[in-house]
């Protein structure tokens, strides 16, 4: 019997568990995906932001703010990527100025505290390459930027590493509520590494962090008080030679018609453009367009006009989790012991340490013991990069192993030791995607064009899967689908 | 008269040749040069083509290693060849220009490896 | 490992080779190649089909046998090579190359020459822009042709090919002889892109479609491609709406060209040439900075290996000259494209570096036949040479020769097709 269930392994579910993995605590958590952040998480924005968005007086408010203060105290600890880079929202008149003031005073009644009304003249010297017809911006030194899946990635392995037990491939099919517990079933799909999960799992709570299909997970214990609309975002990804062209994470000026494109920098120095939003019928639909992404473009060129369409990557699309209720859902509904944390759209990445305390204070208020556990481990290593070592550090590391001398991707710099560590760390993962999120190979100009086989050839190696399962992420996705000779087929 | 149009292969100019069966017999032109007519005269007779693929190998660091058909093949015999090589398995070290098959299909033609492993 | 050389070839691709052998044989004793891949050859090693080495070696070889060749020649001039060794950056302060090896950890190595010879990657889905899903089953033709003819392993089996060009083609036979079905290939022009030979061996020979003036505009499918929407063009290339449709396909090839990989180059200054995407070099494919060179893929991409191989050897005789000193920096002659004229290399000319003529690589912008492409100084034709076709897929040569740039007056040779 499990204390507590976790369902789902976004952000939100990983800052949850890494928060509960400090108590004694026995969880289980669930995830329908082959590895964590392979939802909502991994195709936004990446912004924390600073809180003088959301309107004052509700819930993404109070943990907007409260998530940024967290992450910049959790980073110490758990090194993943954050930088505060500081926005502008950016205006071109009198009118966007008057936006721009009722958004300031709005940041002040939420907490913060580093708000400036700067005129065009400031917005240029911090920002040369924008548009030269601004004439003002509110600038919040406190925004910043991460990379949300390897975010995520930090927190579950910290999770994992005190005790969590993470189940990847594993879809919640039902939930029966019994006297003082839960049934869950699941459907357990795995691609290659097989785990020996019993099928029902029994816990005394459960966390319905399901994201997109938090609803869905609701319905399965009658619950019908809330529905998720996933409401689509589309990007366009630039070379990082494109990246310089911003310092900080630029925003337009709301109207009541749009809330306007982004134009960022990301942690990794691309350069991000987007999102709009679509309200899209099936929660998996994440395809792009060329009419919404030329929208997209027009619509940045306001920003920046100077950046070079030939750059571009790729395009990816993201759903958020909106529900309709407006404001992010965190409470124990009216089935005794199942926490729904729904409706978790942007500022969701940002307020997702907050939520998790959030989260706990129902449990302590439901009278849970929270016993902190003697051995906890706040400190997680940070992956190895060779791409950010230096000399001394990267011989040092080369001698000890050698595979991190052996360039895979050459775009990104990424070494075959890296994907051997990527392997080797506490989410068990078997998949292109999720070597690529950890490790940055494949993410660089050429798409993986020259590492798929390379990395093809380690998982073959390391996980002695045969080759015709080896997935780009889900069931389904194979990269190849056999042996060209029939003398090879063999060798499986 | 019988006109056929056919570009050459034989380099990468890629000339446009065209075949005329006249009652004194076949004229080509169009060709830049001697294995242009050369090759649209086999062209029209019987058709010829290299084959080039691989063989499975073992003790290499690949699993496959290069070959072709050292001669072009009639054209009708490609996918024989290919199926033929499907289940081949040689082991190395292997040169350029060895034999790996020979004469494959009675074709009077040697499958020959393009690659040294060492 | 020696921490010094006088010439360290970046690459071990067939214009390292040919560059690091012409130096050799000019003089140069000390010469180190650098090479990503456990073995010597680049990516000739996975073009397992014939064609190569007509003018070169006046024979017709397969891309591993072309490739051998060069690597004989490599041996027999005991030329050092590195292999399994990834430059990260040149530093142009101090001519140094620095790299990564699993065997020798972090590597300075010093150099009074550096050729730059890197090759080039492929144009990827996101550069051209196909929307849709993003599922597996998407290649780009290298990567599909490396995985078959070095790994074994087979991509797909109902495939659909956007871009006409040669790996395109070759790729478009490869798939059908090992079992797959070659639906079709898509041209976004509304001429074949490969070589005419190509298109008859690869398409015709095995009945493939080629659609020409036609695109991808949308991929399907959530794990594995389920199929692509392709529309006709109009004259400036944008997809017609009405002509839009639906192909079943599990997998999709792009053969949508190829790019210089220049990092190395552009950290280390080098400039560049807007229409090559490569550097900008002399008769001695030295670039603007003093000591370094640059030849084959990197500096603009071929349609032949051969002209790789004469290319790269006047590069490494180039390289042999600047280190004994007798290389000339100044520019004495710049070529511009004119008519009908895309891109040139070199870009520029001293004539006291010339023996007695510089050949020129040129690319033009359409299709044209009957034409003549010609030099000029002035009024004065220096140089011309009929053709029955020009296509853009193609490189055209020009031999200019040092007695003619020295008797006509001025500096700025003007190529136009004509």
């Not at chain 1, 550090?393 to 070494?415: D, F, H, M, Q, W």
């Not at chain 2, 054209?75 to 220009?97: C, Q, R, W």
Request: aromatic share 6%; charged share 25%; glycine share 8%.
């Amino acid at each position: 019997m499990f204390d507590i269930c976790i369902i789902g392994a976004g952000i939100v579910g990983s800052a949850i568990a890494k928060e509960l993995s400090k108590y004694q605590l026995h969880i289980c958590w669930l995830e329908k995906g082959e590895d964590v952040s392979v939802g909502t998480t991994k195709a936004n924005s990446g912004i924390i932001h600073g809180g003088y968005a959301a309107k004052h007086g509700t819930l993404k408010a109070k943990l907007c703010r409260r998530g940024n203060e967290l992450y910049r105290q959790w980073v110490n600890d758990l090194h993943f990527p954050l930088d505060m880079i500081g926005a502008f929202v950016i205006g071109f008149n009198d009118e966007d100025k008057a936006v721009l003031q009722k958004l300031y005073e709005n940041g002040i009644k939420n907490g913060v505290k580093d708000l400036q009304i700067v005129d065009g003249d400031f917005v240029r010297q911090k920002e040369p390459h924008l548009n030269p017809d601004i004439t003002c911006a509110l600038y919040v030194p406190s925004v910043g930027i991460t990379s949300p899946y390897e975010l995520a990635i930090a927190l579950a392995e910290n999770a994992i590493t005190n005790g969590v037990e993470l189940r990847l491939n594993s879809e919640v099919v039902a939930i029966e509520k019994e006297k003082d517990h839960f049934n869950i079933t699941t459907h357990y799909t795995p691609l290659s590494v097989h785990f020996d999960y019993p099928k029902n799992i029994k816990a005394k709570m459960v966390i319905n962090a399901a994201g997109l299909h938090a609803d869905d997970v609701a319905q399965l214990v009658g619950l019908h008080d809330f529905k998720i609309h996933p409401r689509k975002g589309q990007y366009l990804l630039f070379d990082k030679d494109q990246g310089p062209l911003v310092n900080s994470v630029v925003f337009q000026t709301p109207t009541p018609i749009s809330k306007g494109i982004l134009v960022t920098p990301t942690y990794h120095r691309n350069l991000l453009i987007g999102p709009d939003a679509q309200d899209v019928l099936e929660k998996q639909d994440l395809a792009t367009d060329a009419s919404n992404l030329a929208r997209v473009v027009e619509t940045a060129k306001k920003t920046l006009s100077t950046f070079d369409l030939r750059k571009v990557i790729t395009s990816f699309a993201g759903n958020r989790a909106a529900s309709d209720r407006g404001d992010f859902i965190i409470e124990e509904s009216k089935v005794d012991g199942f926490i729904n944390v729904a409706g978790i759209e942007s500022p969701g990445l940002t307020a997702a340490p907050a939520i998790a305390e959030y989260v706990i204070d129902i449990l302590r208020n439901k009278g849970l013991a929270f016993t902190e556990k003697s051995d906890f481990k706040a400190h997680r290593k940070p992956y190895h990069h060779v791409a950010l070592m230096n000399k001394e550090a990267l011989n040092a590391l080369i001698k000890e192993s050698p595979n991190y001398g052996r360039i895979v991707c050459r775009c990104e710099t990424v070494s075959e030791g890296e994907i051997d560590e990527a392997l080797k760390r506490p989410v068990p993962i078997d998949t292109f995607d999720a070597i690529k999120r950890r490790t940055r190979a494949g993410m660089g100009r050429c798409q993986a064009g020259f590492c798929t086989p390379r990395i093809l050839e380690i998982l073959f190696d390391q996980l002695h899967m045969p080759i015709e399962t080896i997935s780009k992420n889900v069931k389904g996705s194979e990269i190849v689908i056999g042996r060209t000779k029939r003398a090879l087929e063999e060798e499986k | 008269m019988d006109t056929k149009k056919l570009i050459c292969i034989c380099c990468p100019i890629g000339c446009e040749l065209q075949v005329n069966k006249t009652e004194n017999g076949v004229e080509v032109t169009g060709n830049k040069c001697p294995r242009g007519k050369k090759y649209a005269l086999s062209e029209i007779e019987a058709p010829k083509r290299y084959v080039t693929s691989t063989v499975k190998i073992e003790g290499w660091m690949y699993p496959v290693i290069s070959v072709k058909t050292k001669e072009p093949i009639p054209k009708e015999n490609i996918f024989e060849v290919m199926n033929v090589l499907s289940d081949v398995t040689i082991k190395a070290p292997v040169h350029v220009g060895e034999i790996v098959v020979k004469n494959i299909l009675n074709l009077g033609v040697d499958i020959i490896a393009t690659r040294n492993t060492d | 490992m020696k921490s010094s050389y006088e010439c360290v070839v970046i690459g071990g691709g067939p214009a390292g080779m040919a560059a690091a052998v012409a130096a050799k044989r000019n003089g140069i004793k000390d010469i180190l190649i650098i090479e990503r891949e456990k073995v010597l050859g680049g990516i000739l090693n996975q073009c397992i089909h014939n064609g190569f080495g007509v003018h070169h070696f006046k024979e017709e070889l397969t891309g591993p046998e072309y490739s051998s060749r060069m690597i004989d020649l490599v041996r027999a001039e005991n030329i050092e090579s590195l292999l399994d060794c990834m430059v990260l950056s040149v530093d142009t302060k101090d001519r140094t190359v620095h790299a990564i090896s699993p065997e020798h950890g972090y590597l300075q190595i010093k150099a009074k020459a550096i050729v730059l010879a890197m090759g080039c990657r492929e144009r990827t889905r996101g550069a051209i822009r196909i929307y849709g899903s993003r599922p597996s089953g998407v290649f780009t033709a290298g990567t599909a042709q490396r995985l078959m003819n070095i790994d074994g392993y087979m991509p797909g089996k109902k495939v659909v090919i956007l871009g006409s060009g040669d790996i395109g083609l070759v790729m478009a036979r490869r798939l059908t002889l090992e079992g797959a079905k070659v639906e079709m290939v898509v041209e976004l022009m509304p001429y074949s892109n490969g070589l005419p030979r190509n298109t008859v061996e690869c398409l015709y020979d095995y009945n493939i479609p080629l659609l020409l003036s036609h695109t991808v505009v949308q991929i399907h499918g959530k794990e594995r491609v389920t199929g692509v929407t392709i529309a006709k063009v109009d004259e400036n290339g944008r997809p017609i709406k009405e002509t839009e449709r639906f192909v079943d396909c599990d997998t999709l090839l792009l053969s949508v060209g190829l790019i210089p990989e220049n990092e190395i180059s552009r950290g280390a200054g080098v400039q560049l040439d807007p229409m090559t995407q490569g550097a900008i070099v002399g008769e001695s494919y030295q670039t603007n900075v003093e000591g370094i060179f640059s030849c084959g893929n990197v500096l603009h991409v071929h349609d032949v290996v051969d002209f790789v191989t004469e290319e790269s050897s006047v590069c490494g005789e180039g390289v042999a000259r600047y280190i004994a000193k007798n290389l000339q920096n100044e520019i004495t002659h710049k070529l511009t494209p004119g008519e009908g004229i895309r891109s040139i290399v070199p870009q520029t000319i001293n004539l006291n570096n010339l023996n007695e003529k510089v050949k020129l690589y040129m690319r033009v912008k359409e299709i044209s036949e009957k034409r003549a492409v010609v030099a000029s100084i002035g009024d004065q034709i220096i140089a011309k040479k009929r053709d029955i076709k020009f296509l853009p897929a193609q490189t055209v040569t020009l031999e200019l020769k040092k007695k003619d740039l020295l008797t006509a007056a001025g500096n700025e040779v003007v190529i136009s097709v004509q």
